[in-house]
């Protein structure tokens, strides 16, 4: 039964709230705590007001204005609200992960840290609940801008070189969307979403509405990584991790794929993308990429870099089950954006953990480093077996919905594509598992290394930071060496590392499980329910 549409003023207050956060963080930035606390409070407030919106009976609506007569407007749909609950909820986890990871580093401007985040998280707001395809994309770009600051936050020359690389894909995939997006304004006269799609599109000249899909879907894609525009992320984890694991496994990369979804099922429409013959080259650039991605992430030593490539390649399950467009298949791509998110920001945080307490970076630097860590590395066991997709995580419920339904689509040999990314997937994550629980270390040379990955150079990789725990001394060639040269000091949960970072890896991987033994549990599922059932009916 269809919602009835309300003014209200929750849907523009999720998205002012994290901005007003803004200011009162900069006023508050010679006093951490009172600075921490209004990141809190504005996290908090936000997940409240999108909560009320989930549980309301009725559909909330707020006015922007207007540019060149269209409106901008919030609209608080089972969709936008869906990934709204979903980036709110994780800006909290991150908000605590984060005052333990910037004070455990001692990290400088932590103030425009937190005020980046603010503004990030206000702009994925926008994005969310947009209700239109002006307002969306205004949010889209702003989203860019607001986040550039945390991916350039170490000043590095090469922080700066990523900010130039990620400015430059970004904004050039907004410019290629906005051209989609006059495009449908001509051709239709409307931005407005309507739940299986604008019925003229279906009625216009056939070539430019393939042109405006082309474009939405090449502009939107650009921020869901989709081969060939896939290289920014990668250059992009010089950032901090929690940037990395909030913004580039949720609120960035997952602004691409659910623009693509309001493209798909809101613009378009299942049947009208396939009628035009523009699903199956959106299903076959997907399911390249998902299979590339892999490829190529089972060559990285870097920890971080092998995770990032994993995330292009997890994307693009979410892609295809769009492109496929059956009902299950798109129940499945919203369940896995959901899914995904808290697995990977898990094994993001993991990755935080690992190198705030030993200073590591690379895998073929962890052998047996479980017993130094061995809460955060069953952890990260637990998040990895559920992106391969093993039952009882959330993986394998999204996985198996999405498999179920792209082979009852128009075109199921993709469900091999499937196949072959999940067997890349236990090829990559498997020999971390081993080699961080049973490799063994020998003074600073790894007994083990990741099995596909080339070796890198060893250097000082946490020489001069006085918060490494386990570094104590160089030799003269500047290794870093441990006092303990047999193996890593063992640990227990209360001294492994600090709560702030610590719970928030349960918390996450908590909710990875729950959605893998009881997903109907959380309101993710009946809100991809209510986007399958308003767009095929």
Same mark, same amino acid.
């Given at each position: 039964?269809?919602?009835?549409?309300?003014?209200?003023?929750?849907?523009?207050?999720?998205?002012?709230?994290?901005?007003?956060?803004?200011?009162?963080?900069?006023?508050?930035?010679?006093?951490?705590?009172?600075?921490?606390?209004?990141?809190?409070?504005?996290?908090?407030?936000?997940?409240?007001?999108?909560?009320?919106?989930?549980?309301?009976?009725?559909?909330?609506?707020?006015?922007?204005?207007?540019?060149?007569?269209i409106e901008l407007s919030l609209r608080g749909d089972a969709?936008?609200?869906?990934?709204?609950?979903?980036?709110?909820?994780?800006?909290?986890?991150?908000?605590?992960?984060?005052?333990?990871?910037?004070?455990?580093?001692?990290?400088?401007?932590?103030?425009?840290?937190? @005020? *980046?985040?603010?503004?990030? #998280?206000?702009? %994925?707001? /926008?994005?969310?609940?947009? &209700?239109?395809?002006?307002? $969306?994309? =205004?949010?889209?770009?702003?989203?860019?801008?607001?986040?550039?600051p945390l991916v350039v936050h170490a000043g590095?020359?090469?922080?700066? @070189? *990523?900010?130039?690389?990620? #400015?430059?894909? %970004?904004? /050039?995939?907004?410019?290629? &969307?906005?051209?989609?997006? $006059?495009? =449908?304004?001509?051709?239709?006269?409307?931005?407005?979403?309507?739940?299986?799609?604008?019925?003229?599109?279906?009625?216009?000249?056939?070539?430019?509405?393939?042109?405006?899909?082309?474009?939405?879907?090449?502009?939107?894609?650009?921020?869901?990584?989709?081969?060939?525009?896939?290289?920014?992320?990668?250059?992009?984890?010089?950032?901090?991790?929690?940037?990395?694991?909030?913004?580039?496994?949720?609120?960035?990369?997952?602004?691409?794929a659910f623009a693509i979804s309001r493209t798909v099922l809101y613009v378009f429409g299942p049947e009208t993308m396939w009628d035009l013959g523009l699903g199956l080259p959106l299903a076959v650039f997907a399911a390249v990429t998902m299979v590339v991605a892999g490829l190529v992430g089972l060559r990285q030593d870097n920890l971080k870099r092998g995770l990032a490539y994993s995330t292009i390649s997890q994307l693009s399950y979410i892609v295809l089950g769009l492109a496929i467009a059956t009902p299950l298949?798109?129940?499945?791509?919203?369940?896995?954006?959901?899914?995904?998110?808290?697995?990977?920001?898990?094994?993001?945080?993991?990755?935080?953990?690992?190198?705030?307490?030993?200073?590591?970076?690379?895998?073929?630097?962890?052998?047996?480093?479980?017993?130094?860590l061995p809460v955060t590395m069953t952890v990260f066991a637990i998040a990895a077996a559920g992106l391969i997709g093993f039952p009882l995580v959330a993986g394998f419920v999204s996985k198996f919905t999405l498999v179920v339904g792209v082979a009852e689509g128009p075109a199921p040999v993709f469900v091999a594509a499937y196949l072959v990314a999940g067997l890349l997937k236990l090829l990559y994550f498997w020999p971390i598992v081993y080699t961080v629980f049973f490799g063994q270390r020998d003074g600073s040379t790894p007994a083990s290394r990741h099995a596909f990955a080339p070796a890198h150079t060893h250097g000082v990789h946490a020489v001069g930071n006085p918060q490494v725990k386990d570094v104590h001394a160089t030799d003269g060639g500047g290794v870093a060496h441990r006092r303990n040269h047999v193996g890593w000091e063992r640990r227990t949960l209360s001294t492994e590392t600090t709560p702030l970072m610590l719970v928030p890896i349960l918390t996450t991987v908590g909710v990875a499980v729950v959605l893998g033994v009881a997903p109907s549990y959380l309101p993710f599922w009946d809100l991809a329910e209510a986007v399958v059932w308003e767009v095929f009916g």
């Open positions: 039964m269809a919602m009835t549409d309300v003014a209200s003023f929750l849907p523009v207050a999720a998205v002012a709230i994290p901005a007003v956060a803004i200011p009162l963080i900069y006023l508050s930035r010679s006093n951490p705590r009172v600075r921490e606390a209004w990141t809190f409070i504005a996290a908090l407030v936000t997940f409240a007001v999108v909560a009320l919106m989930v549980r309301s009976p009725v559909t909330h609506v707020s006015s922007l204005g207007s540019i060149a007569g969709a936008g609200l869906l990934f709204a609950l979903l980036a709110s909820t994780l800006w909290i986890v991150t908000s605590v992960y984060s005052v333990g990871y910037v004070r455990s580093l001692d990290e400088h401007d932590q103030t425009r840290y937190f @005020a *980046a985040f603010a503004g990030s #998280i206000a702009a %994925t707001m /926008g994005v969310a609940l947009a &209700a239109n395809l002006l307002t $969306l994309f =205004v949010f889209y770009e702003l989203l860019t801008l607001a986040t550039y590095t020359k090469a922080a700066r @070189a *990523a900010g130039r690389t990620y #400015i430059v894909y %970004t904004l /050039g995939g907004g410019v290629i &969307a906005f051209a989609g997006i $006059l495009l =449908v304004a001509v051709l239709v006269g409307t931005l407005t979403f309507v739940p299986g799609g604008i019925a003229d599109l279906a009625a216009t000249d056939s070539t430019l509405a393939q042109a405006a899909f082309i474009f939405l879907a090449v502009g939107f894609g650009v921020k869901a990584a989709i081969v060939p525009l896939y290289k920014w992320l990668p250059t992009a984890m010089v950032a901090p991790t929690p940037v990395s694991g909030l913004l580039h496994a949720v609120a960035v990369v997952k602004s691409g298949a798109v129940f499945g791509a919203l369940l896995h954006v959901v899914a995904h998110a808290f697995m990977k920001i898990t094994l993001f945080f993991v990755a935080g953990i690992v190198a705030v307490e030993t200073g590591e970076k690379y895998v073929s630097d962890l052998a047996g480093v479980g017993r130094r």
